[in-house]
């Protein structure tokens, strides 16, 4: 795969900027606009609720007035009762019926309605819906007015003590000039109003009233169908619901389909189920929004056009300075190419630069060293190195060098040769140094393995000769003193305990020094392994089994930690479990008053990993690195040789052995490493 070049490094965030911003900005609008248009039909939900309170409370004072009327019917002339009701609500009744239970008109006013027919008001049908005793309201019904049909309704109340009916034909015209035209919702905005059956009763169109609103519209525009609209009217408006919403369809004045926002609210007029919507067209709604977002339009447009500007300087720029950091990268492979670890300090022993080879020393990233005082990151001091190379090329202005310099990384031991070369300024004056440090580590352990080997050599056939010549006469001492102690024991009638206390004495002695000689035999002439498949787990049991009771005799706690279903490895049981029980010696030796010893195996990485922990006194500071040493020992008495045939032994396994102490009296670990057994693999 081709790299990008810097320059479309520079230029996709920058369009990922500009579309960031422009989605940020489009989703502002819709969030704005949505809220904007939420706010608005909130409004015209208001209007249209009013609106249809106010007729509602019209019907309930028509059918107040009528059954006032009707009550006072059987007191009073026909005449002057309703003369005086007609008068009363002129504006709103357009006339007055005093009808028989058969539907015949009997009375009328005024006198110039008296020509209806039957069949124009229909009052059979109105009489054969009412309820007894109950005001009765008809659906929409055209009635001629003024030589035209007009719709309206009529209300009817029944006359006590007579088989009558006074009903009144209401004046639509009133209504709709009253509680509809003059809502106004925005700047063109109207108000409509539609019956149960979707029938249109008021309309700033009157063409359109008296004809179902979704007929109308479907008759302008044959090829369109306002789904949502017709949802709107058929499932909400005509079920008696209440809501707002948008729809796409006619508008007075306009000559194409215009997206418009829409509130309705219900009618109760006395069991007649109306509604009343409002509606204004959207962009009326949303242009004051639009107008003021203008500037913050121009802002962003002024801001995507500094982003593309300051990213064709930033590729100039680019291109520019590519050169020269070609330079400075050749020089920087250089820097982290040496083996060598080198490191660049200021005057105030900060450190301003490390290589490579630094950073895996440390196991650190190059920025955790940046602007660090040296001593700290890499010595852990909390002041400046006592004999610090790099003090003294300050100071002198020339390089310094430092023989076996060492430090402790990652738990363990290193060793450096370290050299500090001045960097001067213009003026000749020293302002920073690089630190060259060179690791030794491993030519010193391989220098000290040469030199324990030839000491080994030496004291192997040292130790044989010694044993050779001491076994003998050991043994000749050994049985004679078990023949002194049969003459001794033979007498009788003699004190004989101080001689029998005086040859336990000497035997005690004589066995410790079998014990040694058998260890100094050991030395000389390692066994050569016999390794079989093992669980290591069950060789510890077994052997903390076995010194189960010492351990309790001499105060001190044990401690298992064994990981469960631990996988098998390739070990001489015999002497794995003579280096364990070395180990544990040495530990139950530094603990004269009791202690703790914990032992913990575990998998990882192919080995397993067997770690004995005590809180002895542990080794003293400066001879920790002796202790595998043969003949090194801190103990009275001891022959150095136990942890240095430990050592070998598990080095004959292919294994690993570690020290770890907390100091002297903070107790010591060792950590023995033993590759794990694999399936179809040789023993070796």
């Known amino acids: ?234 499932k909400e408006m005509t079920k008696g619901e209440e809501g707002k919403g948008e729809y796409t369809g006619w508008h007075l004045g306009e000559k194409k389909l215009t997206k418009k926002l829409i509130a309705y609210s219900p009618i109760d007029f006395k069991g007649l189920l109306l509604s009343i919507g409002v509606s204004a067209p959207y962009n009326e709604v949303m242009a004051p929004l639009i107008e003021s977002l203008t500037v913050p339009a121009i802002f962003l447009a002024l801001f995507i056009l500094l982003i593309i500007v300051s990213a064709f300087q930033i590729v100039v720029q680019t291109n520019r300075k590519r050169l020269v950091n070609q330079e400075l990268t050749w020089s920087q492979e250089v820097f982290d190419g040496l083996a060598d670890g080198i490191s660049i300090i200021d005057r105030n022993y900060r450190v301003l630069m490390v290589n490579k080879a630094v950073c895996e020393w440390q196991g650190k990233p190059q920025h955790f060293f940046k602007a660090k005082p040296c001593y700290i990151v890499f010595q852990q001091h909390e002041g400046v190195c006592e004999g610090c190379p790099a003090k003294e090329t300050f100071l002198t202005g020339k390089p310094a060098f430092r023989e076996k310099v060492s430090t402790v990384l990652g738990g363990k031991k290193y060793y450096f040769h370290l050299a500090t070369f001045p960097l001067k300024d ?76 005086l040859v336990s004495t000497i035997k005690s002695e004589l066995d410790g020094l079998h014990n040694i000689l058998k260890e100094y035999l050991e030395c000389t002439r390692f066994p050569k392994i016999k390794p079989e498949i093992q669980n290591i787990n069950t060789i510890l049991k077994n052997l903390f089994g076995f010194i189960e009771e010492e351990l309790r005799r001499k105060k001190i706690v044990f401690k298992t930690n064994y990981e469960k279903n631990l996988p098998l490895t390739n070990v001489d049981q015999d002497l794995i479990r003579g280096a364990f029980l070395n180990i544990i010696r040495n530990s139950v030796e530094a603990m004269e008053t009791g202690g703790f010893i914990e032992v913990t195996t575990r998998a990882t990485d192919g080995w397993i990993e067997i770690v004995f922990t005590d809180t002895g006194t542990g080794i003293p500071e400066g001879q920790t690195e002796k202790i595998f040493a043969p003949f090194f020992t801190t103990k009275s008495g001891g022959t150095g040789l136990g942890l240095s045939i430990t050592q070998h032994v598990v080095t004959e396994h292919k294994g690993e052995i570690e020290y770890e102490s907390n100091g002297h009296g903070n107790g010591t670990c060792f950590k023995i490493r033993i590759p794990m057994h694999k399936e179809n693999e040789d023993l070796f």
């Not at 003998?472 to 003459?487: A, K, V, Y």
Request: contains cysteine; hydrophobic residues 45%; aromatic residues 8%.
């Open 1 to 234: 795969m081709e790299r990008i070049s810097p320059a479309l490094k520079i230029w996709i965030p920058a369009i990922i900027l500009i579309a960031g911003v422009l989605v940020i900005a489009f989703e502002s609008y819709r969030i704005t606009a949505k809220n904007t248009a939420e706010a608005f039909n909130t409004q015209q939900l208001f209007l249209v609720r009013e609106s249809a309170r106010s007729i509602e409370a019209l019907a309930n004072n028509i059918e107040t007035s009528l059954k006032t009327c009707a009550d006072l019917l059987a007191f009073y002339p026909k005449e002057r009762i309703l003369k005086s009701l007609f008068s009363n609500q002129q504006n709103i009744i357009q006339s007055l019926f005093l009808i028989s239970n058969s539907g015949q008109a009997v009375y009328s006013y005024p006198q110039e309605f008296s020509a209806l027919s039957e069949i124009e008001l229909n009052f059979n049908k109105i009489l054969s819906s009412a309820r007894a005793g109950k005001a009765s309201l008809t659906n929409l019904i055209f009635i001629e007015h003024e030589n035209k049909p007009v719709l309206s309704f009529v209300m009817g109340v029944p006359v006590k003590k007579t088989t009558q009916w006074l009903f009144c034909i209401l004046n639509s015209s009133e209504i709709k000039n009253n509680f509809i035209y003059p809502i106004r919702s925005g700047r063109t905005g109207y108000a409509w109003m539609i019956d149960c059956n979707g029938v249109l009763f008021a309309h700033p169109n009157k063409d359109m009233e008296g004809r179902k609103a979704m007929d109308v519209l479907k008759e302008l525009w044959p090829k369109y169908s306002s789904l949502n609209l017709e949802a709107i009217i058929n």
């Open 426 to 501: 213009k003026n000749g004056d020293t302002v920073r140094v690089a630190e060259c440090v060179k690791d030794v580590t491993k030519e010193m352990a391989l220098r000290s393995e040469i030199i324990q080997h030839e000491r080994k050599s030496m004291i192997v056939k040292m130790s044989a000769q010694v044993a050779h010549e001491i076994r003998n006469p050991l043994g000749t001492l050994t049985l004679n003193i078990d023949l002194l102690e049969d003459e001794i024991n033979s007498y009788s009638g003699i004190d004989i305990t101080e001689a029998t206390e």
